[in-house]
């Protein structure tokens, strides 16, 4: 991922922002409970890492926001990032528009937030570029309507979450590196969650207890067990991986990830990667990458 951000005036009223939009994995995930309107209720800690997609805003005054993406597909009213400026753009001047260019890196489904990080980089670049300057908070708000994992995103720090991920603690946890796997399979989060076998009644655990633990010995997806009985690649996948270093799955799946104690063994383990999956190696970073972006714009 590109780490420099611009800002450039190519013109009187153009400014154009180019920013990150980081992944994330559920170092673990715990479901505790179920809400009145059936979303479960989560304990998850959310690590944010330093690889990602990029997307280019190009302000303008013609009132008009459009998408374009390296992947055709997502250049639909549908994404997530046409529905934050949109969410957005009764706050600005009514001749706000842009032209945003996503380059789509991310695996998409598979846990990893991209989605959701993309809305969360919208939100910030267009209260910049469309002069709204709403706090981070109000930002999270309107993210969390979007999707459960966008306030993470709009914050920006790697954080203990509880909620449906909304309820957000900043954690400073030691940053590994990691080797992330995604097997070509497509898991339905809507399948996983309204499936009977579901693990729900997973003990409330504190922050306190998050500190004294690790992925080792400690941390587990309630997800997983599930996933890798419904969806046999993502087992075989798991198998491979393991063999290497601990390993997980993120989220609802069906991405993996595998924790090294160095780049060097995790770009070993990224060349020997099983035809049928994606692979990329990250670290793990208590700050988004996306914060640092927004402070050079300045
Ligand atoms: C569980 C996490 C952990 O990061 O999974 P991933 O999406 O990352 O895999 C997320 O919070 C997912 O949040 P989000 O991505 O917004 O969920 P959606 O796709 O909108 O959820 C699809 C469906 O799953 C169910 N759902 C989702 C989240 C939740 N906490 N409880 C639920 O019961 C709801 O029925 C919802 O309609
Ligand atoms: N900008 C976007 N990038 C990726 N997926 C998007 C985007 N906007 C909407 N979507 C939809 O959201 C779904 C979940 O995307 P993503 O955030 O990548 O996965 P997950 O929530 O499993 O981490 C995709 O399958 C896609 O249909």
Redesign the pocket.
Known sequence: MSSLPSISNNQQHSKTLTLPAPAKLNLFLHITGRRADGYHLLQTLFQILDVGDEIQFSANQTGVIQLSCNDPN?EGN????YRAALALKPLAAASAGVDIF?Q?N?P?????????S?AATTLHALNKLWSINLPVAELAAIGLKLGA?VPLFVEGYTAFAEGVGEKLQPMAIPEKTYLVVTPACHVS?AEVFTHPDLIRNSPVISAADVLNSDLHKDWRNDCQSLVVRLYPLVAITLQWLVEYAPSRMT??GASLFAEFPDEISARRALADLPANCRGFVARGVNRSPLLAALEHAE
């Open positions: 997502l549908d994404n997530l990032i996503l789509k991310l998409m489904g598979g846990g990893l937030g991209g989605g959701s993309d994992d989060t989220g609802t």
